[in-house]
């Protein structure tokens, strides 16, 4: 029997998710919800979660404050995760997901982080290294708060690669870009996380191919590109996937990206191919959009999908 890995999962804006139901929603008008559900969230909690639920040992790290961060932090720990998170003077912000039955929408209001003293990220970045010896991977998620510099996740890479430990970067733009120097083992933008990091449209899977190319060229290992129910693109540096999830009729697909990121990572320790822990990847994505709390799939759910998800190796 293969042991849990203990997996740091990094972010500095953590959330208190409200998910609320209404059978229909409608602007300008009193809306009534026909249930409400509260949770944790944020990428890289949401992360740590799925990661929980695949038997790994997350340990879950950024900034929190306030009664929400509290809460946060103790909703985490009665799951079984470890948390090393720092206490900031302001509170942590609160998202709300709109779900309207009759149209199948998804509304998502996103409150911002707010700014964060420059030197608690010197204080963030010394208790991931503390943590980092005991890890078998880095799990960089989100905007990084209002205070970091854009170098943050930059200094989090090179933490892992120091360790021997896998570095994965979900970001986009200057966190991105500025990251490539440092080799980080994995990068797993979306389709329109990877147009806005290379500055450009990218029409069809032939050019969003060239984009990953250019991401390896300039120092990533490894990139994978999500694109919602689409399929997404694996690539190894020498070998394209393509990687198309299962068919499914989603409730909330909020914190997709975020489970297949952990079935990604989770698998890639266990030692498979990119294209096989891009398929746990996909599976996890597809399990959490059967949800309505991000993050919170069912596991068996997840291997029932999992020969739904369709992985082709394509010609480099």
């Not at 944020?42 to 790994?56: C, D, P, Q």
């Amino acid at each position: 029997m293969t042991l849990p890995h203990r997996i740091l999962c990094i972010g500095t804006t953590p959330a208190a998710q409200r998910v609320m139901v209404f059978n229909s929603l409608a602007a300008n008008a009193v809306n009534r919800a026909v249930q409400t559900l509260e949770g944790p969230a944020g990428k890289s909690v949401n992360v740590a979660k799925v990661l929980r639920v695949l038997g790994e040992r997350p340990v879950a790290v950024g900034l929190l404050g306030g009664a929400r961060g509290q809460a946060i932090q103790a909703d985490l720990q009665s799951r079984g995760i470890e948390t090393g998170f720092l206490q900031v003077k302001a509170p942590t912000r609160q998202c709300v997901t709109l779900l309207d039955l009759r149209s199948q929408t998804q509304t998502e209001l996103v409150e911002e982080s707010a700014p964060v003293e420059p030197a608690l990220f010197e204080q963030l970045l010394h208790s991931i290294h503390k943590w980092s010896p005991r890890c078998g991977a880095l799990v960089m998620s989100g905007t990084v708060a209002p205070g970091g510099t854009p170098d943050f996740y930059t200094v989090c890479v090179k933490i892992a690669n120091a360790e021997g430990a896998i570095s994965v970067l979900d970001a986009q733009g200057i966190a991105l870009m500025e990251s490539l120097d440092s080799n980080p083992g994995l990068v797993k933008p979306n389709r329109s996380e990877l147009a806005a990091s290379v500055g450009r449209v990218l029409n069809d899977e032939a050019e969003v191919r060239s984009a990953m190319r250019e991401l390896v060229e300039s120092g990533a290992r490894r990139v994978v590109v999500t694109a919602g129910p689409e399929p997404a693109i694996a690539f190894d540096g020498k070998s394209f996937w393509r990687i198309t999830p299962p068919a499914i009729q989603a409730r909330n697909p909020i914190g997709s990206g975020d489970a297949f990121t952990a079935g990604l990572v989770a698998r890639l320790l266990h030692g498979d191919d990119l294209g096989e822990a891009a398929r746990w990847g996909a599976a996890a994505g597809a399990a959490n959009a059967l949800t309505l709390m991000p993050g919170e799939l069912e596991l068996e759910t997840l291997k029932t999908l999992l020969p739904d998800v369709k992985v082709e190796l394509l010609p480099a």
